[in-house]
């Protein structure tokens, strides 16, 4: 009796799928949806390629639901709506519907309340302005009271004669300090997209950037000891660096790592 009852409490309990679940699952039903397009309007993947640029394996790792042989989810979401839209549907709306983000980080409370530290802290902020009005009132009357006493010792006592005050020198020359040039970071590297790609840069370790960038974008991006990119369509970035003509990272559409070190040495 035990035992049924939990299984009864497991088959009630609802099952919370990952992120990577849900991208999963979500590709399968539009990947089968555009398949099932495709065959009624009796168009070869070979002229989906042509129509959209896309490689043909990409097309086929959608249509089969196979995100491990895509890349970012940014661009599964683009080449969705590119692969739609050949295809005469709706690829906006299509290729929203394929998640980039759990649905449960993406909820916002509805009602902010002020802590009571807020309450606290605007008090205290009340008091410190009290106290820097209080302390300004006491250096004035201090200066005030500091000035009458100079003014009355100055009064008191009889002026110099002429031939004892000495002449004043004239200032030394003061010669100006260089300012220091600029000194920039060891690794510098500067791309320029003549396509829109995604691109994520890591500085030292850390993360610089991550993002879609715009056609015509110019970047340049700078470490101490090593910068790596993860490039979405490496054929549509050039790289530049040690003075040498830009040169793309690789072929249009297909993702790309490079990594480089000191003096701007491609690793």
């Known amino acids: 009796m035990k035992r049924w009852k939990q299984q009864q409490q497991q088959q009630q309990e609802p099952i919370v799928l990952t992120l990577e679940q849900q991208r999963a699952e979500k590709l399968a039903q539009i990947g089968a949806t555009l398949r099932r397009r495709r065959e009624d309007k009796q168009i070869s993947l070979e002229r989906i390629e042509s129509t959209t ?7 086929q790792a959608i249509e089969a639901g196979n995100i491990d042989k895509l890349p970012e989810p940014v661009y599964i979401r683009g080449f969705i709506k590119q692969y739609a839209e050949a295809l005469d549907l709706d690829g906006t709306e299509l290729a929203n519907s394929f998640p980039l983000e759990d649905y449960r980080q993406s909820l916002k409370p509805v009602g902010v309340s002020l802590p009571p530290a807020q309450l606290q802290t605007s008090h205290l902020y009340a ?25 009355q010792t100055t009064q008191s006592q009889p002026p110099l004669p002429v031939a004892n005050v000495a002449k004043p020198k004239a200032p030394a020359k003061v010669k100006p300090v260089a300012t220091p040039k600029k000194q920039t970071k060891p690794v510098e590297i500067g791309m320029t997209f003549k396509e829109k790609s995604w691109i994520r840069v890591i500085a030292d370790g850390k993360k610089a950037f991550e993002g879609e960038l715009p056609q015509g974008t110019q970047r340049t991006w700078t470490a101490n000891n090593r910068l790596s990119f993860r490039v979405g369509n490496a054929g549509g970035v050039l790289v530049n660096y040690n003075q040498e003509e830009a040169k793309p990272l690789g072929e249009s559409g297909q993702v790309q790592e490079v990594t480089f070190g000191a003096n701007n040495q491609r690793l």
């Open 53 to 59: 640029r896309i490689r043909q394996s990409f097309l």
């Open 127 to 151: 008091i410190y302005i009290l106290l820097i009005i209080g302390a300004v009132s006491i250096l004035s009357q201090t200066l005030s009271n500091s000035d009458f006493q100079i003014g």
